[in-house]
Antibody, heavy 120, light 108 residues
């Protein structure tokens, strides 16, 4: 079945760049919106943005100045870079597959999540 | 604060029906999707579109929408339905996505 797996450093220093990769297995990367979501400890979900399989992107306005998302269809991978991180960026980061149907976008496959802590 | 507003907590007696709501101006134009999240786990999609359940989601979960409010109903709540529930839809510009703040459901 379709699976997603996040990978990347669990600890990032303040002011540095957080870099995560999500690897897709068991499915096609085409025709979907590849999405990043995060969840600070004890708080709710926050949509970070998506990269479409064509490479076009859509970022949350609150994070847009610091976010870059890329996709490598040959490797079935997509990535997230978040620059100038602070402690407020400490969270569980999820990658997810999103599609559009029946009048809404929806995220139907999620990775297990990876914890990223920002600390010196 | 989120552009989609949810009650922080709701409770329901075992076997009864509960409705979890999500309010926002964008919901007058766009449907919401709903996610269930249990402690330590990734969210799971339970409802999307007008009222669509992914494969494997029990029929007791249903969705509806009226005006600026989207609702997730659980008819005959079970103990395993105790979880956090999040709505997701477009923001007020219609160009980006946003989550509601989440509702913690307790099954008594």
């Amino acid at each position: 079945q379709v699976q997603l797996q996040e990978s990347g450093p669990g600890l990032v220093k303040p002011s540095e760049t957080l870099s995560l990769t999500c690897t897709l297995s068991g499915g096609s990367i085409s025709n979907y919106y590849w999405t990043w979501i995060r969840q600070p400890p004890g708080k709710g979900l926050e949509w970070i943005g998506y990269v479409y399989y064509t490479g076009s992107t859509n970022y949350s306005p609150s994070l847009k100045s610091r976010v870059t998302m890329l996709i490598d269809t040959s490797k079935n991978q997509f990535s997230l870079k978040l620059s100038s991180v602070t402690a407020a960026d400490t969270a569980v980061y999820y990658c997810a597959r999103a599609d559009y149907g029946s009048g809404s976008y929806y995220m139907d496959v999620w990775g297990k999540g990876t914890t990223v802590t920002v600390s010196s | 604060s989120s552009e989609l507003t949810q009650d922080p907590a709701v409770s329901v007696a075992l076997g009864q029906t509960v409705r979890i709501t999500c309010q926002g101006d964008s919901l007058r134009s766009y449907y919401a999707s709903w996610y269930q999240q249990k402690p330590g786990q990734a969210p799971v999609l339970v409802i999307y579109g007008k009222n669509n359940r992914p494969s494997g989601i029990p029929v007791r979960f249903s969705g509806s929408s009226s005006g600026n409010t989207a609702s997730l109903a659980i008819t005959g709540a079970q103990a395993e339905d105790e979880a956090d529930y999040y709505c997701n839809s477009r923001d007020s510009s219609g160009n980006h996505w946003v989550f509601g703040g989440g509702t913690k459901l307790t099954v008594l």
